[in-house]
T-cell receptor, first 113, second 116 residues
Framework: QKEVEQNSGPLSVPEGAIASLNCTYS??????FFWYRQYSGKSPELIMF????GDKEDGRFTAQLNKASQYVSLLIRDSQPSDSATYLC?????????????FGTGTLLAVQP | DAGVIQSPRHEVTEMGQEVTLRCKPI?????LFWYRQTMMRGLELLIY????????DSGMPEDRFSAKMPNASFSTLKIQPSEPRDSAVYFC??????????????FGPGTRLTVL
């Protein structure tokens, strides 16, 4: 099992809809979770992090964490064509004892106008 | 703040040649990371440094790859000899300490390497 798994997509949603991106991780000791967005040909940039069970909202973005199920998701409300990008989930291994991040392979989101 | 700076942005070379990628981290960041990204394998951590010292090089694929950080503002990733399978985008990233669990890595623009 890979340490961080994501569905590669593409996930296609119409403009204005909610996009739901999912990530599972294998390390039960993981404490914090990061979502990065990467536009085609560009570098990854952080959009959200979460370290407590439940939901965390930031504008149109909501991160959801369920440590018991080892599952973290990112919801994008009112999706816009400008949200079309690859979304990478990242987790520090060993419960964050090091400063590494393990990245999933990313989910490609396509928002259709 | 200028962000993480990488050079060159694009590199095309022939198999067997030496390739050197360069990175200048954000001032004040103690950690520097080198990643490789391909369609097949995604974003892979190659090596990272703390205060100029290599901490974990378990991701370096083989002895053809080497990385150095002679000072806090400069790092190199060298491939010698290069092979076509090394073709990828190489990212450098830097960060402050993760002790708060909330800080993050800031990525440079990447170097797109093509080995013919």
């Amino acid at each position: 099992q890979k340490e961080v798994e994501q569905n590669s997509g593409p996930l296609s949603v119409p403009e204005g809809a909610i996009a739901s991106l999912n990530c599972t991780y294998s390390d039960r000791g993981s404490q914090s979770f990061f979502w990065y967005r990467q536009y085609s040909g560009k570098s990854p940039e952080l959009i959200m992090f979460i370290y407590s069970n439940g939901d965390k909202e930031d504008g149109r973005f909501t991160a959801q964490l369920n440590k018991a199920s080892q599952y973290v998701s990112l919801l994008i409300r009112d999706s816009q064509p400008s949200d079309s990008a690859t979304y990478l989930c990242a987790v520090p291994p060993y419960g964050g004892a090091t400063n590494k991040l393990i990245f999933g392979t990313g989910t490609l989101l396509a928002v259709q106008p | 703040d200028a962000g993480v700076i990488q050079s060159p942005r694009h590199e095309v070379t022939e198999m067997g040649q030496e390739v050197t990628l360069r990175c200048k981290p954000i001032s004040g960041h103690d950690y520097l990371f080198w990643y490789r990204q391909t369609m097949m394998r995604g974003l892979e951590l190659l090596i990272y440094f703390n205060n100029n010292v290599p901490i974990d090089d378990s991701g370096m694929p083989e002895d053809r790859f080497s990385a150095k950080m002679p000072n806090a503002s400069f790092s190199t990733l060298k491939i010698q000899p290069s092979e076509p399978r090394d073709s990828a985008v190489y990212f450098c990233a830097s960060s402050r300490d993760y002790s708060t669990l909330t800080d993050t890595q800031y990525f440079g623009p990447g170097t797109r390497l093509t080995v013919l």
